[in-house]
């Protein structure tokens, strides 16, 4: 269960993966200082180094030296973008936290309204929208696609999950955890917890100026795969026998009915009709509803077994509070 006593030092935190992009993070962290101090707010920028292969980190110790606003944190190895923006979130300490991806194809300069979305017209989660992008078709179509059927599956209406390019107000990123490829869907997390005033703004996408995508087109099979995943723990997780044992039950049912239909064909034959009654084996009837008997009877196990698991859960009781009174200090919201 989560406390809703969450200390927020600062008005802003930018949070940028990156994977091989020591040219960039230069010229990145600049112009995202130049826009921060321009808006009068404490900031912090936050790089997270997902065991990038070149000097990345050198230049991230490098630029952490030279200004105490800029933080580094450096995986071991390759572990995910999703690991990457999870740990920058649990070390992020502003009021609204942006998140960027560190190949400047992301303009700080949209920034300052994006802060706004969350501080003055209080979205939980605003979205870019990359309108018009510097992608070939090859990226361009299966994107499209894949916004589409996360649009149906989900029923939140943004044109561009994927863009790395988001504003959250800071109780948002405290109450989700990003997993395995779940970047792509932290706005389906967002809603699952509570925060679900998600907006969207069209941004610009600059075209990348040094390095190549770090990305193939393997990530549009993982991402439905993915999609397909947190569709079902949304809404099954904490009751999977609902799931199960419906499907079970309906199954179970029809194999019953198939069941009682050949037995009382077979007696009709015999007893009313007084003609030899085909043998039950020679029927597909029969194999149907014997398939769909030991289906329905697995499912309901699933289910059963699965409601046990999610029982014993340590986080069955894992929920979104908002605030609490009456129970002296320090217990209200932030």
């Known amino acids: 269960m989560n406390s809703p006593e969450i200390i927020f030092d600062l008005d802003l935190s ?39 292969s070149d000097a990345s980190w050198n230049k991230v110790l490098e630029l952490a030296r030279a200004n105490s606003a800029i933080k580094g944190v450096s995986f071991q190895r390759n572990y995910g973008k999703s690991a990457a923006l999870n740990e920058g979130f649990n070390a992020a300490k502003g009021k609204v936290v942006i998140t960027m991806d560190a190949d400047l194809q992301d303009s700080p300069d949209e920034i300052p309204e994006l802060y706004k979305m969350i501080t003055e017209q209080r979205f939980d989660l605003v979205s870019g929208w990359k309108k018009k992008r510097h992608d070939p078709i090859s990226k361009t179509v299966p994107t499209k696609l894949f916004n589409w059927a996360t649009r149906k599956m989900s029923g939140i209406h943004l044109h561009d999950f994927n863009c790395g390019l988001k504003a959250y107000n800071g109780k948002v990123i405290k109450n989700i955890e990003v997993y395995g490829e779940m970047h792509r869907y932290i706005p389906v997390l967002a809603k699952r917890s509570g925060f679900a005033r998600i907006g969207e703004k069209e941004v610009a996408h600059q075209a990348r100026k040094y390095g190549t995508t770090k990305y193939g087109m393997n990530r549009f099979v993982n991402g439905f795969l993915d999609l397909l995943t947190i569709s079902f723990v949304s809404k099954f997780s904490k009751r999977p026998m609902h799931f199960f044992g419906a499907w079970g039950t309906v199954m179970f049912i029809f194999g019953s009915i198939a069941t009682a239909w050949l037995i009382c064909s077979k007696l009709y034959f015999l007893y009313i009709k007084g003609v030899p009654a085909p043998l039950v084996a020679d029927q597909a009837l029969f194999y149907v509803a014997l398939v769909a008997m030991i289906m329905g009877t697995q499912l309901f196990l699933t289910g059963f077994l699965a409601e046990l698991t999610s029982r014993n859960s340590t986080d069955r009781n894992h929920y979104t509070l908002d605030a609490k009174v009456g129970f002296g200090e320090g217990n209200s919201s932030n």
């Open 14 to 52: 930018v949070v940028i993966p990156l994977y091989n992009e020591e040219e960039s993070l230069g010229e990145l962290c600049d112009w995202i200082m130049r826009v921060a101090t321009a808006m009068g707010v404490s900031y912090e920028i936050i790089l997270v180094n997902d065991g990038s």
